[in-house]
């Protein structure tokens, strides 16, 4: 397993790897861009560059640089067989869904993108502070009210590692 230092996900970037830095230079190709940051594994508030470099709000030693992007998953709509046919047009209700991830540290989860919930993988850290990777599973409330197209969303913008192996939904369908 990678150490969480080494893991990113950001475009046009770059690393830095040395003694422990308060700044890190040679972006030009990113001047005047707000970009995302991993410093020492763990994400720094954004910042724009300035003059091809970044200031840190504290020293570090492991910086990956670069635009950040939004990973965004939408399960399928749920179809399931019933005695009298199948749950096409029916109101369905998505209460949990159960998450298999692999070395992951966090993500966002919920019915659509206008209601997500964060659940960070490492009990008590935030995406500013994890200090781990986390395989296993979570068990995700989503609540997703009766629909005809109930559904899950899971979103990831921090740069930092998610990886989604399976996903187990607990739902109901109603007879109408």
Do not use: W
């Not at 690393?15 to 030009?28: F, I, K, Q, R």
């Not at 209601?115 to 200090?131: P, S």
């Not at 979570?138 to 969303?153: C, P, Y």
């Amino acid at each position: 397993m990678p150490e969480l230092s080494e893991a990113y996900f950001l475009d046009c970037g770059l690393t830095y790897t040395g003694p422990a830095a308060e700044s890190v230079s040679g972006l030009d190709h990113l001047e005047g861009e707000v970009v995302k940051i991993i410093a020492d594994g763990k994400v720094h508030p954004d910042r724009t560059v300035t003059g091809g470099v970044v200031l840190l709000d504290y020293a570090a030693s492991v910086v990956h640089v670069g635009f950040g992007y939004t990973a965004k998953m939408k399960s399928l709509p749920i179809d399931a067989a019933l005695q009298d046919g199948n749950s096409q047009g029916r109101l369905k209700l998505i209460p949990e869904a159960i998450l298999i991830v692999n070395e992951s540290v966090g993500l966002k989860a919920g019915p659509d993108v206008d209601n997500l919930d964060t659940f960070m993988l490492v009990e008590d850290e935030t995406f500013a502070t994890a200090t781990g990777f986390f395989s296993g599973a979570i068990d995700v409330n989503i609540e997703s009210g009766h629909n005809r197209q109930a559904r899950v969303v899971i979103q990831h913008e921090e740069g930092t590692p998610l990886t989604v192996n399976a996903m187990n939904l607990a739902y109901e369908v109603t007879q109408q």
